[in-house]
């Protein structure tokens, strides 16, 4: 739905950093949300961008570009259990409802 | 105790039998939503309600139901189970502001 577009799959290594990218549809859109999987887990929040720039919550960082519909997750020293699936999810106007991309599998390795 | 619980946690079912899933919350939130995930897959919107006395269709919803029996309260019903509807559904809540959703832990279904 709204046409989220985020990678499938993404492989790093401990210790090193990270960006998944995502584009989605900017008419309507109202903010976007970043939400962390572990396999057979509930998504649980990370991050939330209302306006253009970057946010940053520690290791994790999310930047939005309103214009451009485009937004980034940023993982910096990354640990083993950053291994899980990052769900992209822009919400728009219409009832203020979230829209979820496929996600991203990230596989962090030693 | 959890804010959104979801009950039960796992299910085998036969293909034909009805089943209901069920989901209560604590948050006082207004919105519940129902959806579906399959194995390395995006969540896909089945139903969502925005209070008690409105439903609505999301983007999967043949071959499932929902009633919301009070506002803590939204069951998710296969009429009549089939294998393809093996999946992991999850409950969500939102109070319809500017946050975002809330999630269960989930029901791992299997029709077998």
């Known amino acids: 739905g709204q046409n989220i577009d985020q990678p499938t799959e993404m492989t790093a290594t401990e210790g090193a950093i990270v960006q998944i990218n995502c584009t989605y549809q900017?008419?309507?859109?109202?903010?976007l949300f970043w939400y962390q999987q572990h396999a057979g887990e509930a998504p649980t929040f990370l991050s939330y961008?209302?306006?253009?720039g970057l946010e940053e919550k520690g290791r994790f960082s999310s930047f939005l570009s309103r214009s451009k519909g485009y937004s980034y997750l940023l993982l910096k020293e990354l640990q083993m259990k950053d291994s899980a699936s990052y769900l992209c999810?822009?919400?728009?106007?219409?009832?203020?409802?979230?829209?979820f991309g496929g996600g991203t599998r990230l596989m962090v390795k030693p | 105790d959890a804010d959104v619980t979801q009950t039960p946690r796992n299910r085998i079912t036969k293909t034909g039998k009805r089943i209901m899933l069920e989901c209560s919350q604590t948050?006082?939130?207004?919105?519940m939503y129902w959806y579906r995930q399959d194995p390395g897959l995006g969540l896909q919107l089945i139903y969502y309600?925005?209070?008690?006395?409105?439903?609505n269709k999301g983007e999967i919803s043949d071959g499932y139901s929902v009633s919301r029996q009070a506002q803590a309260k939204f069951s998710l019903s296969l009429e009549s189970a089939i294998p393809n509807q093996t999946a992991l559904y999850f409950c969500?809540?939102?109070?319809?502001?500017?946050?975002?959703?809330?999630f269960g832990s989930g029901t791992r279904l299997t029709v077998v």
């Open positions: 969500a809540t939102s109070d319809g502001t500017l946050g975002g959703y809330t």
């Open positions: 900017t008419s309507g859109f109202n903010g």
């Open positions: 961008n209302v306006l253009d």
């Open positions: 999810a822009p919400r728009y106007n219409a009832g203020n409802m979230l829209t």
């Open positions: 948050k006082g939130h207004d919105r």
């Open positions: 309600s925005f209070d008690v006395k409105d439903i």
